[in-house]
């Protein structure tokens, strides 16, 4: 009768125990998305966790015990246990304590009430959200004091950036950019955006002064993503689609008929300079019989019209144009962007984990410019003893880059000559009497190279 008692005293305080150390599961808001990286504790516990990328959790706790939510930028929030069910937790923004904003500096993280040197923090939802090719673009106006501008138009090409201002003529303004704790020299379009947790700009010699000169024109911390310990596994998927086109319109051109006009006014005062001397009848007459056959070359407005512009210098009565060709629709197309990425993260007690896959297409605004890239990153960290930490950071990107033929100088690019062509110079050879595209043999249309051009 003694043996049955201890027994069943032993079954009772199992039971009691397993009913006081349960685990609490749930997920973390704010503005009705997900937060990711709030700290859970449990109050009085030295024990916590955070949430993953989609703002879930799991923590062991006692029922009865209080439940810490806590997140930079957030007021702090604490819920009892009072169950087995989640604890789903809404979080609102704070006015932030500049004892809790934790930055990243060489070497490890510092608050920034106790960071003497001057440094700036990008906020992660422009980042997230900015569609741009190059996270150096994403930065132009998120920090004080540093300049971020592209010299070209081409999709992927990385923004120059200053930080400290242009101290020389002839020497470097480029920053230090470094990536998860190493000096990176790549391009910054090889980074996905949707794999940067946080970017760090250090703007002084005292923030920098552990990476020695290299630094000498600021710092850029870059830090990726990694995966949450003791979270179960979170796969994340995101699709951006968009398109671009010209913000500000050309400056109003002169049409054909304008053109014309004016070519035979120069033409016409020419002749009566004193180099020529012609009488004015004589060089109205003359500009009216060369205009297209010694000047221009091409006569848009058909055989039927060998003289356009008449002596009185206006175009005859009844001529109308067979073509006006666009060079600014022939060049240029609508620029599409396309970002898709899927990542998974999770951890367990002593490891976490961040795989990611990711592909871009950013076309450009010309024909025969845009850029490609297909990435691939994992980030695994295990802890393999309580003062030993090993880790893989691996990054793969294959980026395809195309740019237009054509040259970035101020006088050969396709931007000048979408602008500088007239419009009665055809994209595809014309019939000079209809107007119709002259087609070849498999009935396509032919570029016009202008050989059956007069003068040519």
Not at 122 to 145: E, F, M, P, T, Y
Request: aromatic letters at 8%; proline letters at 3%; one cysteine or more.
């Amino acid at each position: 009768m003694r043996k049955l008692s201890v027994m069943v005293c032993t079954l009772l305080l199992s039971g009691a125990a397993y009913a006081q150390n349960m685990t609490v599961k749930g997920k973390v808001t704010a503005n009705g998305e997900e937060l990711p990286g709030v700290t859970v504790t449990v109050k009085g516990s030295g024990g916590g966790t955070i949430t993953s990328l989609d703002g879930d959790y799991s923590i062991k706790a006692d029922a009865g015990s209080i439940l810490v939510f806590s997140f930079i930028g957030y007021e702090t929030v604490e819920i009892p246990v009072k169950g087995n069910g989640p604890i789903n937790v809404e979080l609102r923004e704070k006015t932030t304590d500049l004892d809790e904003v934790v930055i990243a500096v060489p070497y490890g993280t510092a608050k920034k009430s106790s960071f003497t040197g001057s440094a700036g923090v990008v906020d992660r939802k422009i980042i997230a959200n900015s569609q741009v090719a190059s996270v150096s673009k994403a930065l132009q106006g998120s920090v004080a004091g540093l300049q971020s501008f592209s010299l070209s138009g081409q999709p992927g090409e990385d923004a120059t950036i200053i930080i400290r201002g242009v101290g020389s003529v002839n020497a470097s303004t480029t920053p230090l950019y470094v990536v998860d704790g190493v000096p990176y020299d790549g391009a910054l379009s090889s980074i996905s955006n949707q794999d940067i947790a946080s970017i760090t700009v250090l703007k002084d010699a005292a923030a920098a002064s552990l990476y020695g000169s290299r630094a000498a024109n600021g710092v850029v911390m870059i830090t990726t993503k990694q995966g949450s310990k003791s979270s179960s596994p979170s796969i994340e998927i995101s699709a951006k689609y968009g398109f671009s086109d010209r913000a500000v319109k050309d400056y109003e051109q002169v049409s054909t008929e304008e053109y014309f006009m004016l070519e035979w006014e120069a033409i016409r005062n020419h002749r009566m300079s004193s180099e020529i001397g012609d009488t004015a009848e004589e060089a109205a007459r003359y500009a009216s019989q060369n205009l297209i056959t010694n000047y221009i070359g091409i006569n848009p407005y058909g055989s039927a019209y060998p003289q356009p512009i008449g002596t009185d210098g206006k175009l005859v009565e009844g001529a109308t144009l067979l073509w006006n060709d666009s060079w600014e629709d022939a060049l240029s197309q609508d620029a599409h962007y396309t970002d898709l990425s899927a990542r998974i993260s999770g951890g367990s007690e002593n490891s976490q984990y961040y795989f990611s896959l990711g592909y871009l297409n950013n076309e450009g605004a010309y024909i025969g410019s845009g850029f490609k890239r297909y990435n691939l990153r994992a980030n695994i960290t295990s802890d393999l003893t309580k003062w030993l930490q090993a880790g893989v950071n691996v990054s793969l990107t294959h980026s395809i880059q195309d740019y237009p033929d054509s040259d970035d100088s101020s006088m050969n690019n396709v931007v000048l000559a979408a602008r500088s062509i007239p419009s009665f110079y055809p994209v595809y050879e014309r019939d000079p009497d209809t107007g119709a595209y002259v087609l070849d043999e498999n009935g396509d249309r032919i570029y016009d190279y202008g050989d059956y051009r007069h003068g040519s």
